[in-house]
């Protein structure tokens, strides 16, 4: 089974949250933490990362899964870029930037490369007014400020994508999920297409869940499982499956065109 070089890896450590927003793509929770053994699985296809992003859920509520992924990431020496996350910012926790201290160390770059963002929305604000936590998020933003690890605030510039509970906004807010395609190539040591000995890079994201099935990011808990449902890193080869499910292989320079027309495609199309 080949080691993959992913440009982009989206991995959803659990749906657990402390907040159910209007607009929650993930809609229905199940309440799931991704295993030891969907972690092993995923990155031990792994060979390096552009980018981490660990998705959930409320991460503060899932910090076991990031450092069992952390550690992995260390004891095996996985190559890795960047790591993002994104907070609803309810919850202080020391433990969280201790671990952006600990794997930002480890990627050793000068700069920041570990980061987190907190989101909020007018959806945000409603379903903490309902909770009544609106002070305590107010003073926890004023200490993730502190942290040389935030880096923004995660706001809503586009329309929503229509899954989860955002289905049921008003369809003038909302437009259907566009899969995101997937692109492979192949390059050996000479930076040349080489199909049967050449590095296997994918791009320009894959997303695992919680229960370690190959999906779309933003699709609803039950979307992910069924319409948006690519495989499953327990039943082998991310590459593999993939392919099955119409990846497209491309020469190395054509491979980075047609993933950055992706990327732009990704961003635009629901503005």
Partial sequence: MNKCCFQNLAMVVSDVCNMNC?????????????????????????LALGTLSICGGELTLALDRLESIIDYLIEHHIYLTHLTATINGTIYSEEMI???????????????????????????IDEMKRLNIIDEFGENIQKYKES???????????????EGNAQYLDNNLTIPLIPIKHYITYVN????????????????????????????????????????????????????????NNAIVLPPKRYLRACNKEVKRWNNYNG
Avoid: W
């Fill in 189 to 244: 040591s000479n930076l040349k297409f080489d199909k049967e000995h050449g590095r296997c890079e994918i791009g320009p994201l894959v997303t695992i869940n919680q229960a370690g099935v190959i999906t779309e990011c933003d699709a609803s808990t039950i979307h992910q499982r069924t319409v948006y449902n690519y495989g499953n890193v327990l039943n082998g080869s991310i590459e593999k499956q993939l392919l099955e």
């Fill in 98 to 124: 201790r671990l952006f201290e600990e794997i930002n160390n480890y990627i050793g770059a000068e700069s920041v490369r570990a980061f987190f963002s907190i989101s909020i929305d007018k959806y945000h």
């Fill in 148 to 162: 040389k690890y935030f880096y923004d605030f995660r706001t809503i510039d586009k329309k929503l994508l229509c």
């Fill in 22 to 46: 209007a607009h929650c793509l993930h809609g229905k929770k199940e309440r799931r933490k991704m295993s030891d053994e969907v972690i092993e699985a995923t990155l031990e296809q792994t």
